[in-house]
């Protein structure tokens, strides 16, 4: 039970983080095509995720609990993009190149793909 409400109250903070930093991005950029509030709230995850497991990694800082608050919790909520990118390095960096390069590029590919298909079912039910 307490690390679901580790979870949960992490996921409530990273989501209202990304709230306010893809509003605060648009209010300084103004209108644009490119998706660049999500863009730099998955690139900020990424970058805190990187430090964060970097921190992990080389000073063993943060217990169990404390993971899951700031890896499932706050950056689950905050962007999942942040967890793909780390899976990513991690395969790199074990020298898995393959198979970083077939889940970097099948991960975005259907995941456009999934969110193209969830358009089209909806668009077509009954109104």
Do not use: D
């Not at 962007?79 to 099948?106: C, D, N, P």
């Amino acid at each position: 039970m307490k690390e679901l409400l580790l979870v949960g109250l992490g996921g409530f903070a990273g989501s209202v983080a990304r709230y306010a930093l893809g509003g605060w991005v648009l209010h300084f950029a103004g209108p644009t095509r490119f998706p660049l509030a999500t863009f730099a709230v998955n690139l900020a995850g990424c970058l805190v995720m990187g430090l964060l497991a970097g921190a992990v990694a080389r000073y063993g800082v943060f217990g169990p609990g404390t993971r899951l608050l700031l890896f499932t919790g706050v950056l689950g909520g905050f962007t999942t993009f942040s967890a793909f990118g780390l899976e990513a390095t991690q395969l790199v960096r074990r020298g898995e190149f393959a198979v970083a390069a077939l889940y970097a590029g099948s991960s975005m590919v259907l995941g456009i793909a999934a969110v193209w298909v969830g358009i089209r079912a909806v668009a077509m039910l009954p109104r």
